[in-house]
């Protein structure tokens, strides 16, 4: 009985919390820099330009991170999460109840998966819209705080394959778990940004529609 309450609450809180938005009174800005949230049905990750004035991601992920990589293309990804889970699980038909339950734990070491890809094409797995720079440069920094770096402050990359030509992974600081998972992530760098984002969200729906909702907010739809 107490597990399905305490069940019963977490879900609840998903429902309630993921239709509660913080920053709700964002609109993109007609001038600025054009973000978006890539779902694949589970995880979100942020799609950022790879160069603008604020940053050039391309000092922390050089070519020869990516030895498979021909062309550098326009945009980048930053997704967080378990590192065993990243690594042991290159597709969902590799996972394993033990991976899975080792990644719940929060015992496992977090890791960033960063992926240079061309800008994806609007639909029901991606959201894309303008923030400023100084939220676009909040953003880069709540990114840039999550990788672990060494001594000279260069982030460390993961000796590991990645999943293609153009994705490798880095150590991360943080643990994921049942209440700071993967989208939890990516929902507190939004936060800390000023823009819209739902007060929690352990899954990747409520961001993707609290960020359509505030693309509709600014059309006035």
Not at 46 to 56: E, G, L
Not at 91 to 105: E, I, R
Request: aromatic residues 12%; negative net charge; hydrophobic residues 40%.
């Amino acid at each position: 009985m107490i597990i399905l309450f305490v069940v019963a609450l977490y879900f609840g809180g998903v429902v309630v919390l993921g239709a509660v938005p913080v920053n709700a009174n964002f609109t993109p800005p007609a001038e600025g820099v054009d973000v978006c949230l890539r779902s694949n049905g589970i995880h979100v990750d942020y799609v950022v330009p790879v160069r603008t004035a604020v940053v050039n991601w391309r000092d922390q992920h050089p070519p020869e991170h990516f030895p498979r990589l021909g062309r550098t293309p326009d945009y980048i990804t930053h997704g967080w999460g378990d590192r065993g889970f990243y690594l042991d699980t290159p597709n969902w038909s590799d996972l394993k109840l033990g991976t899975a339950l080792a990644a719940m734990s929060g015992l496992g070491e977090g890791a960033l998966h960063v992926e240079y890809l061309d800008l994806p094409q609007e639909n029901e797995h991606v959201v894309c819209t303008r923030v400023s720079e100084a939220q676009y440069a909040r953003l880069a920094d709540y990114i840039g705080r999550t990788f672990k770096r060494d001594a000279q402050g260069a982030v460390r990359r993961i000796d590991a394959p990645g999943y293609g030509a153009a994705d490798t992974f880095y150590e991360a600081q943080g643990a994921y778990h049942l209440f700071f998972t993967c989208n939890e992530w990516v929902r507190r760098g939004l936060s800390e940004s000023g823009i819209r984002a739902p007060a929690w969200s352990p899954f990747d729906g409520a961001l993707l529609e609290q960020l359509r909702a505030a693309n509709l907010r600014s059309r006035g739809d």
